[in-house]
């Protein structure tokens, strides 16, 4: 006799152990999607950023106008950075993807001075690109202006399929993560059904049967969250190399939402599933606790 109750303590022990495992993991898993949510604008923006005009400058301006207008460009807000390309430098680059001295078959260097105009993400919208081609134009300084009409195109709908096609999948990865931590709450719970049909027999109140569970299930929920952070962060910092671009360490505000996400998620599905579980409980009559 005085083995069973040890024997139902290692049980109950190992229940929550196991509980404890099944609710880390699948945080871990909403942790991670939560990292590629958290961080996809910041890769769509990379994306965006290596749209860009070049600016044809015309072949008589002085070096005091070009450095003029480059820093007249530079104090803009849609630009991110702005190259100066000179005659020369443009020329030994054409020879070098040539492969052999075009100079010297033509006699001159028919090529033009240019800037290299990166833009902001905001700003490489179709219809933004169309208005600052027409504003480039304006600059008496500059004669043609050229973007890759047809990339920027593909890049803009590309990321729109993709952003669309992440959100369904988090939602649906969402609902199935959901389902699995209920799911292992609600076994727990029915491991203990006798327990609460006894104490409502005893005239116990659904608020008093239903207060341990929460607080269980929350403290649960608390651990589930602050082990998986624990994984996540260690893993990030583990393969900082492989994320780098993706994600700065300097940036601590990232990864303090991405912690703060899972630690709630921990806390609100532990809390809705215990709590939806014991409503199921609460509502069985006795001779249907044995099916």
């Not at 909403?30 to 070049?54: A, H, W």
């Not at 050229?146 to 990339?151: D, E, F, G, H, V």
């Not at 076994?187 to 609460?196: D, P």
């Not at 929920?221 to 990030?236: H, K």
């Amino acid at each position: 006799m005085s083995k069973k109750p040890k024997k139902f303590k290692k049980h109950f022990f190992n229940s929550w152990i196991t509980s404890l495992t099944s609710i880390t993991l699948v945080l871990i898993l909403l942790g991670m999607l939560s990292f590629i949510l958290v961080n996809s604008k910041k890769l769509s923006d990379y994306v965006r950023e290596k749209i860009g005009f070049t600016l044809v400058l015309a072949d008589d301006l002085r070096e005091t106008e070009i450095i003029r207008l480059q820093k007249v460009l530079s104090a803009g807000d849609f630009v991110k950075s702005v190259n100066y390309t000179d005659k020369e430098s443009a020329a030994k680059e054409l020879t070098k993807e040539l492969g052999e001295d075009f100079q010297g078959f033509l006699g001159y260097n028919p090529l033009f001075a240019s800037l290299d105009i990166k833009l902001n993400a905001a700003y490489t919208h179709t219809d933004s690109l169309q208005v600052l081609e027409q504003r480039f134009l304006e600059y008496p300084q500059i004669t043609q202006v050229y973007y890759q009409k047809n990339l920027v195109t593909l890049i803009n709908e590309n990321v729109r399929k993709i952003s669309l096609a992440l959100l369904i999948l988090s939602g649906l990865l969402t609902f199935i993560f959901f389902g699995l931590i209920n799911n292992t709450i609600r076994l727990l719970i029915y491991s203990q059904r006798f327990t609460i049909n006894t104490m409502q027999m005893v005239g116990a109140s659904k608020g008093f049967i239903r207060k341990p569970f929460l607080i269980k299930s929350l403290f649960l929920g608390a651990l589930g969250g602050m082990l998986a952070n624990t994984i996540l962060i260690g893993s990030i910092y583990f393969y900082k190399q492989e994320l780098y671009g993706l994600i700065n360490f300097a940036d601590l505000q990232t990864i303090a939402l991405i912690a703060g996400i899972v630690f709630l998620l921990g806390f609100t599905i532990s809390f809705l599933s215990t709590w939806l579980a014991l409503g199921k409980f609460l509502r069985m009559r006795f001779d249907e606790l044995f099916y």
